[in-house]
């Protein structure tokens, strides 16, 4: 189960929720969002499209005055054994917004994360999100381990800016590197 809860404590007329899930290889675990008692969507087992779609998404207008949105399995005993629910998070976008912020921090993440990743997803957000600015932070974690290779570092991080330009060409790019720690 996910929850989010609208921090003026209600949602306004007009705000759009998207979630954002896995379409990975076994089968998705089916869910449903909810307001309350009111069943908002409801997504279905699915798998990868043939054309290699892997970041799902559902698109959903809040009900005005809405306190939380949650979202929550939509089987029980009948959802195949293999079955996965992957959530990467949901965007929530206000009718009088300017600024869309979008966070994928992970504590302790390092350069390498991106490259154990073997599929588009990162490339699919991009491309969906189309944003005027992406940052990219890197460097705080990696500084201090002794076994750091600097070439490896440079070549992945160089790597990573590469595959993010491909992915959104138009869009401008903010690097930041590792504080100065002496």
């Known amino acids: 189960r996910m929850v989010l809860t609208f921090k003026d404590g209600v949602a306004r007329s007009g705000t759009q929720v998207t979630v954002l899930y896995e379409l990975g290889e076994r089968p998705l675990l089916p869910f449903k969002i909810v307001s309350g008692r009111q069943t908002l969507a409801t997504v279905g087992a699915k798998t990868p499209s043939e054309d290699g779609e ?10 005005e005055g809405a306190k939380t949105i949650e979202l929550r ?6 959802c195949p054994d293999d079955a996965l629910l992957r959530v990467y998070g949901m965007t929530v976008a206000h009718p009088e917004g300017r600024i869309a912020y979008d966070n994928f921090g992970v504590g302790g993440a390092t350069i390498i994360g ?8 990162l490339d699919q957000y991009l491309q969906w999100r189309s944003p005027d600015l992406w940052v990219l932070w890197y460097g705080a974690n990696s500084s201090p381990e002794p076994s750091l290779v600097i070439e490896s570092y440079h070549r992945r991080y160089r790597e990573l800016v590469m595959r993010m330009k491909k992915a959104s060409p138009q869009s401008s790019c903010l690097l930041i590197g590792p504080p100065d720690l002496a």
Do not use: F
């Not at 892997?54 to 009900?63: A, Y």
């Not at 399995?73 to 009948?78: I, K, L, M, N, Q």
């Not at 991106?114 to 997803?121: A, G, M, Q, V």
């Open 54 to 63: 892997r970041l799902g998404r559902v698109q959903l207008e809040v009900p």
């Open 114 to 121: 991106p490259h154990k990743r073997s599929d588009e997803t």
């Open 73 to 78: 399995v939509a089987c029980t005993s009948d």
